[in-house]
């Protein structure tokens, strides 16, 4: 128990007040109510049933505009956070982003990247895997990241059989991350039944989709001929000098070592 909990215990029975916090929470509640349908019912009695419908409807009206305003302006946000992550300004997306990322999936979904990365923020894993769970039902690209923090531990309680499931759902939506973190699981046989074949699948279709570290690891696969994946030198140098090109450092390493 915190020193700030011991105190207010002990405030209490030093002053000899009975029921907890809780109870008198609740006791706060109840006469809150009470008190706002006594104001209802006087206000009706004192202005007409007709004008106090009026009323609520106009602030009805009101709320509704406002929420309206409220959520286009949260989309432009967004975008505007999207576009500079693209372009590689990542303190300006979370600047962007930061304050709406509870309110907005693909604002969540930028801010969860840059606090996973540390671009553009402090990292911070455990925010960054709540701002995946928030815009997984909204992003399949978010749901990715958040199947692979859960497979990990990284930032949450560890459900393995929870991110897989996450993960499978997002490579069914053709999503290249899911279809990388995926891919290795199953090629490497760590958390899930080993299977190379359903591996390099995963791993050739985010290789596809331009994502340089799948394009390094079936490089690296076709170039050595790992586990019974037929060897080809020539395919192999293809996809580890186009994950070079893309800034991979592995690959760029590999490449300097065959010369």
Not at 20 to 35: E, N, Q, Y
Not at 109 to 120: E, K, M, P, Q, S
Not at 227 to 233: D, K, M
Request: proline fraction near 2%; include cysteine.
């Amino acid at each position: 128990m915190s020193k700030r909990n011991v105190s207010r215990s002990d405030s209490r029975i030093r002053s000899g007040k009975k029921g907890t916090p809780d109870d008198r929470d609740g006791c706060r509640v109840f006469l809150g109510c009470f008190m706002a349908l006594a104001l209802l019912v006087w206000l009706i009695n004192l202005m007409g049933t007709t004008t106090i419908v009026f009323f609520l409807l106009t602030l009805g009206a009101a709320y509704s505009l406002y929420f309206l305003y409220k959520t286009r302006t949260n989309a432009k946000r967004a975008r505007e956070g999207e576009f500079h992550y693209r372009h590689g300004d990542f303190e300006a997306a979370y600047g962007c982003v930061e304050k709406i990322s509870g309110q907005n999936a693909d604002a969540a979904l930028v801010a969860g990247l840059c606090l996973r990365n540390g671009t553009g923020c402090g990292q911070d894993h455990e925010k960054a895997c709540s701002c995946f769970r928030f815009a997984r039902s909204k992003s399949m690209e978010a749901r990715a990241y958040y199947g692979e923090m859960l497979t990990m531990g990284t930032g949450c309680v560890r459900d393995v059989i929870k991110g897989i499931k996450e993960l499978e759902l997002a490579a069914a939506h053709d999503i290249p991350y899911a279809n990388l973190c995926l891919g290795r699981l199953q090629f490497n046989g760590t958390l899930m039944k080993k299977n190379t074949g359903s591996g390099m699948r995963h791993l050739r279709i985010a290789a596809e989709a331009e994502l340089p570290a799948a394009q390094y690891i079936v490089g690296y696969i076709l170039f050595n001929g790992l586990e019974g994946i037929p060897r080809n030198r020539y395919q192999g140098l293809r996809y580890i000098n186009l994950a070079a090109s893309a800034g991979n450092l592995k690959a760029k390493k590999l490449l300097q070592k065959i010369g």
